[in-house]
């Protein structure tokens, strides 16, 4: 390990410096919340009484469904979890539509979700691991280019969430060879264009989501199964886990919030028990900085 991460608190940010960093693959951190919260009341109820029997690794409110699907309860709590997640959810993006708002326009809001379940030793497959370090890929099917933003807040009263990271997409392509290697799979270079096959079989797709949305998770790209192959060699690979030469970890103090494009910074969580995490899919179009996307690193060595 090579030290802890200097985390810059951005309560009184201005919205370029927020949109900056966080294209710059920084953590964007706020030393308080600066979203409301569920009551204390509910907070003790999700942690204390419903989170004890969950076992879920998320328990999540799918606004496209309107629901929390793969949730078993009695309609009570079914209803009081999904009034509960969706109001947060909205709080959520109404900040973001205030703190960054050149990413909103065309943006698509995705999930918010409760993470009841300790991080720590949960003895998965490394590609279900959240405790290895990777970067994300493919939220929601295919992002087709899509910047992954997400907004975390540790709920838990007592205990700090631990991350560990090893820098941003930017640097980790720059410094490991292999990972380009992993992400060309079998081609002679990173396919992330869509051909004649994708783009039908995502038109299929998107006109059965309009019957069944949840069914587009299943749609792809060549773009994301690209960085899905980053993710999972990130995951799988021995070498890459144990070298710990670029290695931090990051400590996020009880009510305290941060944000991400979880595309482009290298993470994993440690420990900790008891989050909130809200998803949006940013329009590539709507980045400043398209050399510094996921997509324009891959696209730009493919050129």
């Given amino acids: 390990m090579t030290g802890e991460y200097a985390l810059r608190d951005f309560s009184n940010a201005t919205s370029d410096e927020i949109e900056d960093a ?30 004890a029997g969950l076992k879920a690794k998320n328990l999540s409110y799918h606004p496209e469904s309107d629901s929390v699907p793969r949730f078993e309860a009695d309609d009570g709590t079914k209803i009081r979890v999904e009034n509960l997640l969706r109001g947060y959810g909205k709080r959520v993006a109404e900040f973001w539509r205030r703190s960054v708002p050149d990413f909103m326009p065309g943006a698509t809001i995705g999930t918010t979700s409760f993470r009841p379940v300790e991080e720590k030793g949960r003895d998965l ?30 709920v ?4 700090d969430r631990v991350w560990g990271t090893r820098g941003s997409f930017e640097t980790l392509m720059r410094r490991h060879e292999p990972l ?16 004649p096959l994708d783009r039908l079989y995502s038109g299929l797709v998107s006109t ?34 144990q070298d710990a030469s670029d290695y931090q970890e990051i400590r996020f103090p009880p009510f305290s919030a941060w944000m991400v494009f979880t595309d482009g910074i290298s993470h994993a969580a440690l420990s900790g028990q008891y989050a909130f ?26 050129a």
């Fill in 156 to 159: 838990n009263p007592e205990r």
């Fill in 22 to 51: 966080l294209e710059a693959g920084e953590v964007v951190y706020f030393r308080e919340c600066p979203i409301a919260l569920p009551s204390e009341r509910e907070l003790a109820w999700l942690c204390s009484g419903l989170g």
């Fill in 208 to 241: 059965a989501s309009r019957v069944y949305p949840l069914l587009r998770v299943i749609d792809s790209s060549p773009y994301d199964r690209s960085m899905r192959r980053i993710h999972n060699y990130m995951k799988e690979t021995e070498s890459f886990r």
């Fill in 277 to 302: 995490v809200s998803t949006a899919l940013i329009p590539l179009q709507n980045c400043r900085h398209f050399e510094r996307t996921p997509y324009g690193i891959l696209k730009t060595a493919t």
């Fill in 180 to 195: 380009w290697r992993a992400a060309k799979g079998r081609k002679d270079r990173v396919p992330v264009e869509k051909g």
């Fill in 125 to 154: 497959k490394p590609r279900s691991s959240n405790e290895l370090v990777h970067i994300d890929a493919g939220a929601y099917g295919a992002t087709n280019g899509a910047r992954i933003l997400r907004f975390f807040v540790n």
